[in-house]
Structures are given as structure tokens and as C-alpha cells.
């Protein structure tokens, strides 16, 4: 069994949640090796295949979605042994439905899988859905591991990548990823610079902030109100 860990990794490992009832997703899906294939396992391990959401593909938007992390095994089809809330990552023993195991290839190397499943669909989701290709101008703000997996992943489609960060200290790292332009939001030089210069902005910032000041970046703006 191969998980990665964070915060909330460290709260469901001392069981402070589970006594409360609360929901806890996990911070990077694990990825498990049983004995005739490697299987990776997101936040969801079940959900009821019948509504509109499920035959729709959108299994995390089913009212009976069971997660990886404390989730309610409604239907028995995930259970923990000797529980009835499921334990992701800390478990030794784990039922998931096919339906949500995805099988990694033997040569990929199980702990890249975590970040990749999580953080890699995290942002490989809206630069697909949004169209992102060559040539695509991306802007991707705030460089945590979100916003340089994005680098990477729009630099991989062929997309002209622009990372926007408070600090310049973070642009070695930007474009040791793949960004080919950095932009300081805090510095009004740099932002008028980049007034309309994207057709798609990536925000990773986890925090809650203005982010009216992006906006005039993007290519869809209005003139006048920009």
C-alpha cells in the first residue's frame, strides 16, 4: 500500500474526525498493489449508478457517493472490515467498485501516482474541458503543488503558459516547470503588462482574495471596462 500524506491525513490518522461524524476527503488519493494488477483509488470508492448524476458520469455529485475517507458504506459494497466508515489510505484491507479503480501501468512509478490523481485531474480537468491546446495562452495563479502541476500539464498540451505569483522569488520554479512568462499580481507594472494577453486563467489560490484584479487579464475582457 503506497498514500501520501498531508494535514487532513494526520487528523483522520489520530481519528479526530470520525467521533465528530465529519465528512474528510482526502489530501492525495493513495494507490494500492494487489496481487494480479496496480490499482489507483480517488475520493469516491461507491455511489448508487441510478441517478441522473451517475449515469451522467458524475458519480461525486450522487446523494449516496461513498468516500474514500469516512464515508457511509450504505450499500456493503465498500466495507471496512470491523467499521462502518471507510478509512482510505489506513486501511489494510479495502472493497472498491471498478467503477471508480484506475489501473496503473507497471512502469509508472507508484508514488507519483498519488499527486498525479489528484492534483494532475485537479487541473488536466478544466484545461480539457476549456478546450486548452497549442497555442492556447494559459495563465496559472498561485504556484503551490496545484499551479505546478497546471505549468506542466498545459506546457505538455502545447499551451503558451504564464504564471501569475505575489512573489518574484517564485519564478525559478515557474519556469523550471514549463512557464515561459511570470507576472507579480502585486506589482501594478507587471499586471497592466499582461492586460488581455490569456484565454483561459487557472486560479489555485486556496484562500479566499480579490480576484477582480485577474480579470482584466483575461482576453474576453471589456475594453473600456479594463
Known sequence: LSSSS???D????????TALGLML??????????????IGVGCLVDSCFECNACQRGEENNCKKQVF???????SGRAATPGRKTTLGGYSDKYVVHERFAVLIPKS?????????MCAGSTMYDPLRRYGATKGTRVAIVGLG?????????A???GCEVTAISRSVAKKTIATEAGATSFVVSV????????????????????SSFDYRCLLYTSDAADEEDS
Open 155 to 157: 506546457k505538455a498540451l
Open 145 to 153: 503543488g496545484l499551479g505546478i502541476l497546471g505549468i506542466k500539464l
Open 6 to 8: 498531508a494535514a487532513s
Open 108 to 116: 509508472y512509478p507508484l508514488e507519483a501516482a498519488g499527486p498525479i
Open 25 to 38: 476527503l482526502p489530501a492525495f488519493p493513495f494507490a494500492c498493489t494487489p496481487r494480479n494488477a496496480r
Open 68 to 74: 474514500t475517507y469516512n464515508g457511509r458504506d450504505w
Open 187 to 206: 506589482d501594478p507594472k507587471s499586471m497592466r503588462e499582461a492586460k488581455q494577453a490569456f484565454d483561459l486563467i487557472l486560479n489555485t489560490i486556496p
Open 10 to 17: 494526520v487528523y483522520k490518522r489520530q481519528d479526530e474526525c
